[in-house]
């Protein structure tokens, strides 16, 4: 199995920046992309942003141009940098690590953080 430990969720007042970490242990093999989900009040859990192991990444329309995920292979750790944050952006941010075999992918997900944007 695999373990995710989410940290660095808060409050911050709109144009704020908060950056969270996801470390990732167990059983990591072919974990091959890591990401980030959101979920807010009466809304379905959303991809914000994704990587892969070579450093692809893909992220919600919503977004871009504000958040910038990165990764540390070495320690396993995925990295959200929120910046310019608006009160849309308050939800349970999740860390998620995907598996994938023999096409067909297997999720793992962490306890979530979170991240509320208000004045």
């Known amino acids: 199995q695999v373990q995710l430990a989410e940290s660095g969720g808060g409050w911050v007042q709109p144009g704020g920046s908060l950056r969270l970490s996801c470390a990732a242990s167990?059983?990591?093999?072919?974990?091959?992309?890591m990401g980030w989900y959101r979920q807010a009040p009466g809304k379905q859990r959303e991809l914000v942003a994704s990587?892969?192991?070579?450093?692809?990444?893909n992220y919600a329309d919503s977004v871009k141009g504000r958040f910038t995920i990165s990764r540390d292979n070495a320690k396993n750790t995925v990295y959200l940098q929120m910046n310019s944050l608006e009160p849309d952006d308050t939800a349970v941010y999740y860390c998620?690590?995907?598996?994938?075999?023999?096409?067909?992918?297997?999720?793992?997900w962490g306890q979530g953080t979170q991240v509320t944007v208000s004045s």
């Open positions: 998620n690590a995907r598996k994938t075999i023999n096409l067909t992918e297997y999720h793992y």
């Open positions: 167990g059983s990591l093999f072919r974990v091959y992309v």
């Open positions: 990587i892969t192991s070579g450093g692809s990444t």
